[in-house]
C-alpha cells in the first residue's frame, strides 16, 4: 500500500478516535449533570460504572465526579476511599490543591483531625494565604477546640450576608461551646437554624420523627 495513503488513513483515524472521545465526553457529563441537578446521586455514579467512562476519562476526573456524588450521598467510607485513591494520583497543581481544601473538609468534618493536620501541612506550601488563614482557623477550632477567634468573628459578623454570615454563626456557636459557655452557643447555633428553615421553610423535615 501507498505510504501516503497509510498516513491519510492513521491521520483519518486519529481524528475520527478524537471526535468519538469529545462526543462521549460531552453525552456522559450532561447524563450525570442532569442527574446530579435532579439530586439522583445513585444514579450519577451508574453512569460513572459505565465502560466507556474508563476509556474517555483520565482516572483523576472519574474518581472527581464520583466524589461529588459519594458526599452528597453523606457515604463517608467511600468518600475516603476515593480520596485516599485520589492523593496517590498524579495531577497539576491547581488540581492537587482543589483536592486537599476538599480533602482537608472532609476529614475536619468526619472529625479525624490527624488526616487533617497531615493535609494541613502541605497546604501550608501549596495553599494561598487567604485558603491557608481559613484552614489554619477552621483546625484550630475543631481540632484544638479554640475560641480565640470570636472577637475577630463578632466583629465580621455585622457586614457579612449570605453564606459567609452562616459561617461565622456556626463557627461562634463552636467555638462558645469550646469555651463551655453553652447559653451563647445555642444561641447562636438557633440564628444558624433560623437561616435553614427560612431557606426550605418551616414544614420541612415534618414527617421525619422529631429528628434533629
Do not use: H, W
Not at 474508563?54 to 458526599?71: E, G, T
Not at 468534618?109 to 494561598?128: F, I, N, T
Not at 485558603?131 to 480565640?148: P, V
Amino acid at each position: 500500500m501507498d505510504l501516503r495513503l497509510i498516513g491519510i488513513i492513521v491521520v483519518a483515524l486519529c481524528v475520527i478516535s478524537l471526535v468519538y472521545t469529545e462526543v462521549q465526553k460531552r453525552l456522559i457529563f450532561s447524563r450525570y449533570e442532569k442527574l446530579f441537578e435532579k439530586g439522583d446521586f445513585e444514579g450519577c455514579l451508574r453512569v460513572l460504572d459505565g465502560p466507556v467512562v474508563k476509556i474517555v476519562y483520565p482516572r483523576y476526573n472519574q474518581l472527581y465526579m464520583r466524589l461529588n456524588a459519594q458526599m452528597c450521598l453523606a457515604d463517608a467510607d467511600a468518600s475516603r476511599r476515593t480520596i485516599d485513591e485520589m492523593l496517590e494520583l498524579s495531577s497539576s497543581d491547581k488540581q492537587r490543591l482543589v483536592l486537599l481544601l476538599r480533602a482537608f473538609n472532609f476529614f475536619v468534618e468526619q472529625e479525624d483531625y490527624e488526616r487533617a493536620g497531615e493535609l494541613l501541612e502541605e497546604l501550608r506550601e501549596k495553599a494561598s494565604p487567604e485558603q491557608l488563614a481559613g484552614c489554619e482557623r477552621t483546625y484550630a477550632i475543631f481540632a484544638e477546640k479554640s475560641a480565640a477567634y470570636v472577637d475577630q468573628m463578632e466583629a465580621e459578623l455585622k457586614d457579612a450576608t449570605g453564606p459567609e454570615r452562616t459561617t461565622l454563626l456556626y463557627l461562634l456557636s463552636v467555638q462558645y461551646e469550646n469555651k463551655g459557655d453553652v447559653k451563647r452557643a445555642n444561641e447562636y447555633l438557633e440564628q444558624v437554624r433560623n437561616v435553614f428553615e427560612a431557606a426550605v421553610g418551616p414544614d420541612a423535615g415534618a414527617d421525619d420523627g422529631g429528628r434533629g
